[in-house]
């Protein structure tokens, strides 16, 4: 009977960890996006005060 738990439950935990992977790696993506965007802003920034 505990086995039958065991081997149930083990495949929701794997689940879950993919899904967590999954956030975390499209977090990071989207936090990339921004910092690059937050560049570009500063630099189109830079480039107006110096005119």
Not at 22 to 47: I, N
Request: glycine share 4%; charged share 35%; hydrophobic share 35%.
């Amino acid at each position: 009977m505990l086995i039958g738990i065991f081997s149930l439950a083990s495949p929701r935990r794997e689940r879950l960890r993919d899904g967590v992977q999954k956030r975390s790696r499209h977090l990071l993506d989207e936090s990339s996006r921004t910092a690059l965007v937050d560049r570009l802003l500063l630099y189109e920034d830079e480039s107006i005060t110096e005119n």
